[in-house]
């Protein structure tokens, strides 16, 4: 399904003081990728797949919140100018609401494939939404200690969506990757003052929080989480989040390179023209590495700069791309363990252990994980029986990333992705490297021989 029958076209009218401007949709890109018809990176404008009609209308932001409201946060837009503004869409029915929180798997696409046109859309400054959290007081139950927070920060295809299925069983209001967060993390983390991004953080994520308690079934939650995109970019993100939210907690999900990498590239040609994936292997095999020199984070940048780190023999510019943002993913995680005690606490989940056979220790790690983000109490083997019931199906299955057929390396790509973790690898403190690069341990990881912290981490859990 592409493009609505009516071309896009966002208005520019700004809403009188203390008001919001209120619009109707009248063309959304329904295709199936975080940045849908551009097949862009993720992060980018919604105003380009949202088309609207002028209503001439200004509100009160406070129409969003009312009882049963159908309204979502979709995007912040222009965070590094000096009018950014707040884009909230309303959908058609609590019904689809709930649905798009519960049942799709990724809140950036899945709204677009839900919205209806003709429903209204509201825009609204920072200035307006920061006043109406104040006047509001909608921060006072996270800061009196009532409702906990936490984020599963991942590398991408290593079942952080089936957490965020198990945690909605547990009652949690959690956030697949909303577009906000997209925009805030890809975006804008390296674009704006930190404390205009922490700032932007707290009112993206209060608005999606009590707007999903308008929700009958949510209005007594009081635990919600977050579930990011994969998380190269951490270390810039980390502390304005944290000092945002200084009670969150964390986990973090990983899986063995090759397996993520191998999952994306399924992922992309199923959901990409296969002319921009040919286009773009083809500038690869042209130009090689000195391509992707600048996505490796700068610490582990020697190894690939001296053409020691094999690169150039995996055959897909986009499954070399993502290696490398795999190793950030690792890098940015290790990084800020070693540096905040929210990070040094929080508990690692490779795959592997997550989903493993052995169901005493599935249930092991997972009620441990639900343990230290606050979403259960020792002793409460309901909610851990209802998150053990997601596990039955595909957490994915109503998304390209569900569809997507397994398979696609070859063993050239894949022993080169093997080498090229294998050189890298060690520059990362504390990881260990399992099976010449074929898969790793990070400290901390819940049922492995790594699960007790590095010596970094055990200072900070202990200061």
């Given at each position: ?52 009609a ?10 969003a919140?009312?009882?049963?409201s ?36 990724f ?19 920072l200035?307006?939404?920061e ?72 009112l ?44 969150l ?23 990409m ?14 130009q ?5 020199h600048?996505v ?36 940015a ?7 905040a ?6 508990p ?29 109490t020792?002793?409460d ?14 957490s ?34 504390g ?10 341990l ?14 970094a ?7």
């Amino acid at each position: 399904m592409g493009l609505d029958p009516v071309g896009h076209a966002f208005p520019q009218r700004h809403a009188s003081t203390g008001k919001v401007a209120q619009f109707t949709l009248a063309s959304v890109d329904r295709i199936d990728h975080p940045a849908g018809g551009s097949y862009t990176a993720p992060g980018g404008t919604a105003t380009k797949m949202l088309g609207c009609a002028d209503s001439g209308v200004d509100v009160d932001l406070a129409v969003a919140f009312e009882p049963g409201s159908n309204f979502i946060l979709y995007a912040i837009e222009e965070l590094s100018s000096q009018d950014p503004f707040f884009i909230f869409l309303e959908l058609e029915s609590a019904e689809v609401k709930q649905k798009l929180i519960c049942e799709e798997a990724f809140i950036d696409r899945g709204a677009r494939m839900v919205a209806t046109l003709g429903c209204r859309v509201l825009v609204a400054s920072l200035a307006t939404v920061e006043n109406y959290m104040n006047t509001a007081a909608l921060e006072a139950p996270i800061e009196q200690g009532l409702w906990s927070l936490s984020i599963v920060w991942n590398t991408g295809r290593c079942g952080s969506t089936l957490m965020h299925k198990a945690l909605l069983a547990c009652g949690v209001g959690s956030f697949s990757e909303p577009q906000w967060l997209d925009q805030l993390c890809h975006s804008d983390a390296k674009q704006v003052n930190p404390l205009l991004l922490s700032k932007a953080f707290k009112l993206c994520w209060l608005m999606d929080i009590h707007l999903l308690r308008c929700l009958p079934s949510y209005h007594e939650a009081s635990k919600f989480s977050l579930n990011p995109k994969s998380c190269g970019w951490l270390s810039t993100v980390a502390k304005p989040f944290t000092d945002a939210f200084p009670s969150l907690r964390h986990c973090f999900m990983y899986r063995a390179c090759d397996q993520v990498a191998e999952s994306f590239s399924s992922l992309d040609a199923a959901s990409m023209p296969p002319e921009m994936l040919a286009e773009a292997d083809a500038k690869w095999k042209q130009q090689g590495p000195p391509m992707l020199h600048n996505v490796l984070a700068d610490n582990l940048r020697k190894p690939l700069i001296s053409g020691d780190m094999p690169l150039g023999t995996i055959e897909s510019c986009r499954v070399a791309r993502r290696t490398l943002v795999w190793l950030n993913c690792i890098n940015a995680w290790i990084a800020v363990q070693a540096t905040a005690e929210a990070f040094a606490k929080a508990p690692a989940l490779r795959m592997d252990e997550f989903v493993s056979k052995d169901l005493d220790k599935r249930e092991a790690i997972l009620r441990e994980t639900l343990l230290h983000l606050d979403v259960i109490t020792d002793g409460d083997d309901a909610k851990v029986k209802a998150a053990l019931e997601v596990f039955k199906e595909n957490s994915q299955k109503n998304s390209a990333m569900g569809a997507a057929k397994k398979g696609g390396l070859s063993e050239k790509c894949r022993n080169a992705i093997f080498e090229c973790i294998a050189k890298v690898g060690p520059l990362i403190p504390g990881v260990i490297i399992e099976r010449d690069g074929a898969n790793i341990l990070i400290p901390g990881s819940l049922g492995t021989s790594a699960e007790e912290p590095t010596q970094a981490s055990k200072k900070l859990r202990c200061s």
